[in-house]
């Protein structure tokens, strides 16, 4: 039986993943800080993503490691929480390196949570593998830039030779999970509150929880993958036509526009940053799409079809 470790896999993703390998038949090993008991085919196992420890046995003889861990950036980009997010991340991701290294039989794979923001803010053509990497004061995401190039530069640096490293560049995620953002613009719908934010041309990549599931599970069989790959549905939209697919989709035909000046004092009153909205993210999977990946969902109106249902 395959052994999947899933560092930090007590969230959303965590979850998902766990559920779609445990079909594949794999025994799952979920590293968390609050270990809950679980059944065989899913164990969860303490770690402070900070330190070896016994948890590191688990590595050895895995047949992938998956590392999702990383403090929320759904909050105020304070001075503290600047330091958890960037720290959460590159500290997983070396400690998990320096337990690869000394593993008798390492992981196969290593595939480290990256993020889709770590493009340049564009209303241009979408970015692959290839785009620019770069900040942009309109975007207000220079710290997110910060962020995501120190985490790729953690994994990069690691030295674990017998294993092939992997960042996930993942788009928005959307999912039935209350900590997916599906049910939230979900909700906002219905309440009327479903059009445009801002100017409504910012892009919005995504990707359906299933596809992500997928693709990951593609990574892992696939070996000649490494390096950065973009994991996003080949179809990004604009925020305008997003909500419209939304509100078409539930039916509702009106939705009410939140100008810029609204998305900041509501951001302010729900404790997080109008980047996670106004950022114009145009992300294309042209990896993924060249090995011969085919998306269950490439269009966002059957994936908000198939998550209504």
Known sequence: MKRIVIAGGSGFLGRALAAHFQKQRCAIAILTRFPKPGDVAI???????????????????????????GRSVNCRYNKRNRQLILESRVGSTRVLGQAIANCKSPP??????STATIYRYTFGPAWDESGQIESTPEA????????????ERALSEAETPGTRKIAMRTAMVLGRDKNSVFPMLRRLTRLGLGGKMGRGRQFVSWIHEQDFCRAVEWLIEKESFSGAVNIAAPNPVTNAEMMRVFRETFGMPIGLPAA?????????????ETELIIKSRRVVPRRLIESGFEFDFPLLTGALEELFK
């Open 43 to 69: 164990r969860e196992i303490a770690w402070d993503a900070r330190n070896l420890g016994n948890w590191a046995l688990e590595l050895d003889g895995a047949a992938a490691v998956i590392n999702l861990a």
């Open 108 to 113: 196969a794979v290593w595939l480290n949570a």
């Open 140 to 151: 207000k995401d220079e710290f997110s830039i910060e962020v995501a190039t120190a985490w």
């Open 260 to 272: 810029k000046w609204m998305l900041e004092i509501g951001a302010f009153f729900l404790r997080t």
